[in-house]
């Protein structure tokens, strides 16, 4: 198996010289430019920057959702779309995309039952995962009669319910408030901590990729490129009080000098 | 304890509306003014019991109803019993009257009003009509303001109400009809065409069978199933989506019931030619339909069933016609419709002896319009019952849409 080699490796996700411009009819939109990334099994890797940088399309392209123009990127050691045919990745979107139709628990079965499989181990995935999400009981719920924090978990355990080694986050919690927020970057960090799972997590949220990641990348826009890679050595088990400390606030003060840096400029040029 | 400030709070005025107001002083101004025209007529002679009767009763419910200013259930009760009480003595007079004092009729008809009836009892039977008519409108006023949690009785009110009001509109119809001497060739009266219905069943039966039972329900399958297997393979092809759908769009603006004759040549003239018609008027709405709702999910749809290697069916039965079937279901229930007129209408163009469309055309011939009447019921009652079903079915499985929700 692949994943068990990359594993051994310990490399998931390496992007060598990648670049991606979109065709339109104004002309070529250089969404990304030369890009050099690996993460490797068990990093919490935020991407962070202002709307444009591309952000998101980057993990559009490790999902496999685009495809780049130039360079060479794989997960677990092959191509993005062979790993999207095997299932190597669960991703969670901005919005919950829940199917109105399907109740909680239905939603949460529906990559399963895509996957083939059988009924009695995904009854103890949906349990297990909806569990993991505190959402026990909601399962014969649907998506309409919940609030937006609850739908998002849903989609949280959904893409869990996979259980992939790789978890893709497009800015997840960007529509909630900030109590919920907060909430569910609690939870989100001691999943992470118990099941060393590899995540790739898109934020324009400074403490939230401050707070969450073992490594934050930095990018600017017009064309997206990644303008700094910052290490972070908080401990694993963080409490939300540990956005208070010297330590975050210096990394937090890193950050936003490298946003501010890549964005040097007040007014974009046309 | 804040009982004073509660009890305050917990009592609400259903005070009257304006409208109801309005019409509570009109039926009772027209109560009471028929009253004194009917007891002008007894004066001069001329005595008319159940017209009498009629306005006394309405006259006696009104004034009983004008002192409450809150509405409650009894009021409503009161006015329903009243206003039905005096539409039937109404109805009596007018049948009691019918061979021997056709007066109420024949003035109009004969002399132009004025004559016969002396002039008062016309004008007072007109007056009792309209009294119980407001009188009526009254009682389903009340009856649909009523609130109540209660599912059982929301349950009966929303079949009351209709109800009550259907054979309101009945039964003005027939004393319009009857009352003013209309021409049964122009509008026929309810009660006329409700005696040529029961005489005429076997007939009705068999246009039934023929029209609706073969023509417009084996039509009706054949064109939307054709319809949304077009759609899917079109969706699929994008030649037939460049190439057929702006045809499809143009045909189904075309008037397809034309074709009725070219169809008549093709399948002969029973009703395979007449179901060709109806296949064709609802192919392309269901073709339209379901191709705009096969493209109804949202780009992030598509993507999460392509982060789960998701195949075409897959994504077809899981995602895409569950997000289609509300744009199906309105297809389906345009061409309940459609399907409905298309057969009648074909008809119109050569047929065998049997079939609404021909029972239309050929009474009203003859000068038979009760038969066009009652051939017209049935198809109403037939195409209500069919949208019913086909609403009801789309309730249950498109519950989750926003627009069902309770």
Same mark, same amino acid.
């Given at each position: 198996?692949?994943?068990?080699?990359?594993?051994?490796? %310990?490399? !998931?996700?390496?992007?060598? #010289?990648?670049? &991606?411009?979109? +065709?339109?009819s $104004? %002309?070529? !939109?250089?969404?990304?430019? #030369?890009?050099? &990334?690996?993460? +490797?099994?068990? $990093?919490?890797?935020?991407?962070?920057?202002?709307?444009?940088?591309?952000?998101t399309?980057?993990?559009?392209?490790?999902?496999?959702?685009?495809?780049?123009?130039?360079?060479?990127?794989?997960?677990n050691?092959?191509?993005?779309?062979?790993?999207?045919?095997?299932?190597?990745?669960?991703?969670?979107?901005?919005?919950?995309?829940?199917?109105?139709?399907?109740?909680?628990?239905?939603?949460?079965?529906?990559?399963?039952?895509?996957?083939?499989?059988?009924?009695?181990?995904?009854?103890?995935?949906?349990?297990?995962?909806?569990e993991?999400?505190?959402?026990?009981?909601?399962?014969?719920?649907?998506?309409?009669?919940?609030?937006?924090?609850?739908?998002?978990?849903?989609?949280?355990?959904?893409?869990?319910?996979?259980?992939?080694?790789?978890?893709?986050?497009?800015?997840?919690?960007?529509?909630?408030?900030?109590?919920?927020?907060?909430?569910?970057?609690?939870?989100?960090?001691?999943?992470?901590?118990?099941?060393?799972?590899?995540?790739?997590?898109?934020?324009?949220?400074?403490p939230e990729?401050?707070?969450?990641?073992?490594?934050?990348?930095?990018?600017s826009?017009?064309?997206?490129?990644?303008?700094?890679?910052i290490?972070?050595h908080?401990?694993?088990?963080?409490?939300?009080?540990?956005?208070e400390?010297?330590?975050?606030?210096?990394?937090?003060?890193?950050?936003?000098?490298?946003?501010?840096?890549?964005?040097?400029?007040?007014?974009?040029?046309? | 304890?804040?009982?004073?400030?509660?009890?305050?709070?917990?009592?609400?005025?259903?005070?009257?509306?304006?409208?109801?107001?309005?019409?509570?002083?009109?039926?009772?101004?027209?109560?009471?003014?028929?009253l004194?025209?009917?007891?002008?007529?007894?004066?001069?002679?001329?005595?008319?019991?159940?017209?009498?009767?009629?306005?006394?009763i309405?006259?006696?419910?009104?004034?009983?109803?004008?002192?409450?200013?809150?509405?409650?259930?009894?009021?409503?009760?009161?006015?329903?019993?009243?206003?039905?009480?005096?539409?039937?003595?109404?109805?009596?007079?007018?049948?009691s009257?019918?061979?021997?004092?056709?007066?109420?009729?024949?003035?109009?008809?004969?002399?132009?009003?004025?004559?016969?009836?002396?002039?008062t009892a016309?004008?007072?039977?007109?007056?009792?009509?309209l009294?119980?008519?407001?009188?009526?409108?009254?009682?389903?006023?009340?009856?649909?303001?009523?609130?109540?949690?209660?599912?059982?009785?929301?349950?009966?009110?929303?079949?009351?109400?209709?109800?009550l009001?259907?054979?309101?509109?009945?039964?003005?119809?027939?004393?319009?009809?009857?009352?003013?001497?209309?021409?049964?060739?122009?509008?026929?009266s309810?009660?006329?065409?409700?005696?040529?219905?029961?005489?005429?069943?076997?007939?009705?039966?068999?246009?039934?069978?023929?029209?609706?039972?073969?023509?417009?329900?084996i039509?009706?399958?054949?064109?939307?199933?054709?319809?949304?297997?077009?759609?899917?393979?079109?969706?699929?092809?994008?030649?037939?989506?460049?190439?057929?759908?702006?045809?499809?769009?143009?045909?189904?603006?075309?008037?397809?019931?034309?074709?009725?004759?070219?169809?008549?040549?093709?399948?002969?003239?029973?009703?395979?030619?007449?179901?060709?018609?109806?296949?064709?008027?609802?192919?392309?709405?269901?073709?339209v339909?379901?191709?705009?709702?096969?493209?109804?999910?949202?780009?992030?749809?598509?993507?999460?069933?392509?982060?789960?290697?998701?195949?075409?069916?897959?994504?077809?039965?899981?995602?895409?016609?569950?997000?289609a079937?509300?744009f199906?279901?309105?297809?389906l229930?345009?061409?309940?419709?459609?399907?409905?007129?298309?057969?009648?209408?074909?008809?119109?163009?050569?047929?065998?002896?049997?079939?609404?469309?021909?029972?239309?055309?050929?009474?009203?011939g003859?000068?038979?319009?009760?038969?066009?009447w009652?051939?017209?019921?049935?198809?109403?009652?037939?195409?209500?019952?069919?949208?019913?079903?086909?609403?009801?079915?789309?309730?249950?499985?498109?519950?989750?849409?926003?627009?069902?929700?309770?």
């Amino acid at each position: 198996m692949t994943t068990e080699e990359s594993s051994q490796t %310990g490399k !998931v996700i390496e992007i060598d #010289d990648l670049s &991606l411009t979109f +065709e339109t009819s $104004d %002309g070529p !939109v250089y969404a990304l430019s #030369d890009i050099n &990334l690996s993460i +490797e099994q068990g $990093d919490f890797v935020s991407l962070i920057g202002p709307s444009g940088c591309g952000k998101t399309t980057l993990l559009r392209v490790i999902a496999d959702l685009e495809a780049a123009t130039k360079g060479t990127i794989s997960v677990n050691g092959v191509t993005p779309e062979q790993a999207r045919m095997q299932r190597a990745y669960g991703y969670v979107f901005q919005a919950a995309a829940l199917y109105p139709w399907r109740t909680i628990a239905k939603n949460v079965a529906l990559p399963l039952e895509i996957m083939g499989i059988g009924s009695a181990e995904r009854k103890r995935r949906v349990q297990q995962n909806l569990e993991l999400v505190n959402l026990g009981g909601f399962e014969k719920k649907y998506p309409w009669q919940l609030s937006g924090g609850m739908q998002q978990r849903a989609s949280i355990a959904r893409a869990l319910a996979v259980e992939p080694d790789l978890l893709l986050m497009d800015e997840p919690f960007g529509a909630l408030d900030e109590i919920v927020r907060d909430h569910l970057n609690e939870q989100l960090l001691s999943l992470w901590a118990k099941t060393n799972k590899t995540v790739v997590f898109v934020t324009h949220s400074i403490p939230e990729a401050v707070y969450l990641s073992s490594r934050i990348v930095v990018m600017s826009p017009r064309p997206g490129k990644i303008h700094d890679v910052i290490e972070s050595h908080l401990p694993k088990q963080r409490s939300l009080d540990i956005r208070e400390t010297p330590e975050f606030l210096a990394l937090a003060n890193r950050v936003r000098d490298g946003l501010r840096a890549g964005h040097s400029y007040d007014e974009p040029e046309l | 304890m804040h009982n004073a400030t509660a009890s305050v709070i917990e009592t609400p005025a259903y005070v009257l509306s304006r409208l109801q107001k309005m019409l509570l002083y009109a039926a009772f101004a027209t109560a009471l003014f028929a009253l004194l025209l009917l007891l002008m007529s007894v004066v001069q002679g001329y005595y008319d019991g159940a017209i009498l009767l009629a306005s006394v009763i309405l006259f006696v419910a009104n004034y009983l109803c004008l002192s409450t200013v809150t509405i409650h259930w009894r009021n409503a009760v009161v006015k329903g019993l009243a206003s039905t009480l005096a539409a039937l003595l109404i109805y009596y007079q007018l049948d009691s009257n019918l061979a021997e004092n056709l007066r109420l009729a024949d003035s109009v008809n004969n002399t132009g009003g004025g004559a016969g009836f002396n002039g008062t009892a016309i004008a007072g039977f007109w007056l009792v009509v309209l009294s119980a008519w407001l009188t009526a409108w009254l009682c389903v006023e009340h009856l649909s303001s009523i609130e109540t949690l209660s599912r059982i009785k929301n349950g009966v009110l929303s079949l009351v109400i209709p109800l009550l009001f259907g054979v309101w509109l009945l039964l003005l119809w027939e004393f319009i009809t009857r009352g003013a001497g209309v021409p049964q060739v122009l509008l026929p009266s309810p009660s006329a065409i409700a005696e040529r219905f029961s005489n005429s069943i076997p007939t009705l039966v068999a246009d039934f069978k023929q029209t609706f039972l073969k023509a417009v329900l084996i039509g009706y399958a054949i064109g939307c199933s054709a319809g949304f297997i077009v759609a899917v393979l079109i969706d699929r092809s994008p030649f037939l989506q460049r190439g057929l759908l702006p045809i499809g769009n143009l045909v189904s603006a075309l008037p397809i019931v034309g074709i009725a004759p070219i169809m008549v040549m093709w399948f002969g003239f029973d009703w395979p030619s007449k179901a060709a018609v109806v296949v064709v008027m609802t192919f392309f709405p269901m073709l339209v339909n379901t191709v705009a709702g096969l493209s109804a999910a949202s780009s992030m749809q598509h993507d999460l069933m392509k982060t789960y290697a998701s195949n075409y069916w897959q994504t077809l039965f899981k995602m895409r016609l569950p997000e289609a079937l509300p744009f199906i279901f309105n297809a389906l229930k345009i061409n309940s419709t459609l399907a409905l007129i298309g057969a009648i209408v074909a008809e119109f163009f050569g047929t065998p002896i049997v079939g609404m469309g021909f029972r239309i055309s050929t009474e009203v011939g003859r000068m038979n319009v009760d038969m066009v009447w009652a051939e017209i019921a049935v198809a109403a009652v037939a195409g209500s019952l069919f949208y019913a079903l086909l609403s009801g079915i789309e309730r249950m499985l498109t519950f989750w849409h926003p627009s069902m929700r309770n």
